[in-house]
């Protein structure tokens, strides 16, 4: 037989501890049903004494009434599974009281947290993580704490030093802000809005109640048009799904800040109840430009048309000190009321002379930004200064001075204020030409420029002005304009405009029949000095009743003073944030021709680099309409018509 092995001791200690719990654990559930502790020391074999430690040191009589029931609720469990004879009503009450234990660990776990969650399962899948993230994906408009600190830490990280600069200013009550073109602060201000609201937010966590001052407040973006305010509204919305993946809805951009702070251990919010914040985007005109209150941002505001009235309905958005208010713009001229503002003539009209302080409004003064005696925190920001806070990884100084006349340089880059007392086009009588066109020109859809297809204004009839370039000297420039319902009376409009460089003349071409192929073109005119002759030629393959304008003193002079008349019968209308286009136009005037025996109209240049190409290109697109047009001799008048 073979040898029986030996015990093995260890096995053997682990077997006698697992009998004793198991005594221990019946005693205490014979005890919780009644039994006495004779009795219960007869049915397990142990001595009263041990029952009785068992007892004290385990503190069977504190034991909560749920920890009893779940006793009870398990040894009948074991008494069903435990029938040799286990059936199908057996499995059932086994069913019922696992759903007891269950109950009764639920009731456990809420005697701990106290949070309703615990002791209502539906209530707690409502609240766990996955549900609170479902919510979020839901909600309209709903950025988490995570979110708006990551969008705070990508606006940082973007910004050149000259926006931060204007960042470290966002509390002041009136910034103005004179500046070159193309520095982003379209751009910059939109998103400068947002991460103001995110700051409020962040600021907030674990706070009980934020200060009126400390609150996100509504941010409210004033452009000339409705077109140029959306601007805003396509910057914000492409920011915050980049960083975010959020995308933003509504015309109207309402942040919603239920439940902004998740909660904490104990259930409450770890931040206080926020009201929600709207980023409203409108046009300047006193019908819309109302109503609202909150920060605000004037955009190019020295272009606007009856900018006194315009500040006064804006400046009532802030009436209360906790809003702040930005004006920025690049310079237009001395005479827009606008000046007054900016010079502070306004703030001392009308105050006793021995109160009335100079504003210092130099570029010195200003470069860094300065206060000014009305409070205001003014600033002027060059091009120069631009790119020595940044910008110069963007933009080649040298290169915008060969591509600009001197005098356009100084005031789209300089930030002077351009005298157009001289020009052929003030901006006096330009200003009723601009019109808010997303809201008037109901017949054209600018959505559809860029579909490929797209028809923006159906078949109306359109012409096409087109100034090319002078063998690379300057840029070329394209304008599409509506032709007026009544010869002579009805109003030009001008839909779409383009400036071009870097393109010879086939590409020059081309170009000119993508824009053509968008709408029912009815004229062409094409200014045929020096290489505009090839680019004529090439359009006259497909298009041959184009016109040719070959400059002269005669044909300069017929093309301002048709021009002038149309602008001066207030026939002609483009939408108001085209700045460039007003600019161009004022850079038009008279000037003696080089025999000094007569006039003729430029664009003052830095030699023959520069001048006016939106204007020149408008200007040609005009004169397919003659000179006589609508006057008492229309049926016998003349056109315009110009020879190589």
């Not at 103001?196 to 004033?222: H, W």
């Not at 237009?332 to 409004?361: C, L, V």
Request: charged share 30%.
């Amino acid at each position: 037989m073979p040898r029986a092995l030996a015990p093995d001791p260890d096995e053997e200690r682990a077997i006698s501890r697992q009998v004793g719990r198991a005594q221990r654990r019946e005693a205490r559930s014979l005890y919780w049903r009644g039994w006495r502790i004779t009795d219960i020391a007869m049915e397990i074999g142990e001595p009263e004494g041990t029952i009785s430690s068992w007892k004290n040191r385990d503190r069977w009589d504190q034991d909560p009434p749920v920890v009893v029931i779940e006793d009870r609720i398990e040894a009948k469990i074991a008494t069903y599974l435990d029938k040799p004879d286990f059936n199908e009503g057996d499995m059932k009450r086994v069913d019922f009281l696992m759903r007891q234990m269950e109950r009764a660990a639920r009731i456990r776990k809420y005697n701990q947290t106290g949070k309703e969650g615990d002791l209502n399962e539906k209530v707690g899948a409502r609240n766990d993580d996955k549900a609170k993230a479902k919510r979020a994906d839901k909600r309209r408009n709903f950025l988490t704490l995570e979110q708006l600190q990551a969008l705070l830490d990508d606006f940082h990280a973007k910004n050149f030093d000259y926006q931060e600069h204007w960042w470290a200013h966002r509390d002041e009550r009136t910034r103005k802000i004179r500046k070159s073109r193309q520095v982003g602060a379209t751009w910059y201000f939109a998103r400068e809005a947002l991460a103001k609201v995110a700051e409020s937010i962040l600021a907030g966590v674990g706070k009980n109640a934020l200060d009126e001052d400390e609150r996100p407040r509504n941010q409210i973006f004033l452009s000339a048009s409705e077109r140029q305010a959306l601007k805003f509204r396509r910057e914000i919305v492409g920011w915050v799904r980049r960083v975010t993946g959020v995308e933003l809805k509504g015309k109207i951009i309402t942040l919603d800040f239920v439940g902004q702070y998740p909660d904490d251990e104990e259930g409450d919010p770890t931040g206080p109840a926020i009201d929600p914040v709207g980023f409203y985007f409108l046009s300047t005109n006193s019908a819309t430009a109302q109503g609202e209150s909150g920060d605000f941002y004037f955009d190019e505001y020295a272009w606007v048309h009856g900018f006194a009235q315009l500040s006064k309905v804006a400046s009532a958005m802030a009436t209360h000190k906790i809003y702040k208010k930005t004006y920025f713009s690049t310079p237009s001229t001395k005479a827009h009321e606008s000046y007054a503002f900016w010079s502070g003539e306004e703030w001392n009209r009308g105050r006793a002379k021995g109160q009335q302080q100079p504003f210092d409004i130099s570029l010195k003064n200003l470069r860094q930004g300065a206060r000014m005696p009305d409070g205001s925190w003014q600033q002027i920001l060059t091009i120069h200064d631009a790119v020595a806070g940044g910008l110069g990884k963007l933009v080649d100084v040298d290169e915008l001075r060969r591509e600009y006349s001197e005098e356009e340089f100084r005031n789209l880059f300089d930030c002077e204020d351009v005298d157009d007392s001289e020009s052929s086009f003030p901006f006096a009588r330009l200003a009723p030409a601009r019109v808010d066109s997303f809201l008037k020109w109901r017949d054209f859809k600018p959505a559809l420029v860029d579909m490929p297809g797209g028809r923006p204004f159906g078949d109306a009839p359109v012409w096409i002005g087109y100034d090319p370039n002078k063998q690379g000297r300057d840029d070329a420039a394209l304008v599409v304009v509506a032709q007026p319902g009544d010869a002579g009376r009805g109003k030009f409009r001008v839909l779409e405009k383009y400036r071009l460089n870097g393109r010879d003349f086939q590409g020059q071409a081309d170009f000119i029949k993508d824009i053509a192929a968008r709408y029912n073109v009815t004229d062409i005119a094409i200014d045929t000095t020096g290489s505009g002759k090839a680019v004529r030629d090439l359009v006259a393959n497909w298009f041959p009743t184009v016109r040719s304008i070959e400059y002269s003193v005669a044909s300069k002079t017929a093309l301002v003073i048709k021009a002038q008349s149309i602008f001066r019968a207030q026939r002609i209308e483009f939408d108001s944030g085209w700045t460039d286009l007003m600019q161009a136009l004022m850079a038009i005037r008279p000037t003696l021709t080089g025999s000094q025996r007569g006039v003729t109209y430029t664009a003052k240049r830095n030699g023959e680099i520069g001048h006016a190409d939106l204007a020149w290109a408008l200007l040609h697109a005009l004169s397919n309409e003659p000179l006589d047009a609508g006057s008492a001799s229309e049926a016998r008048g003349g056109t315009v018509k110009f020879f190589e």
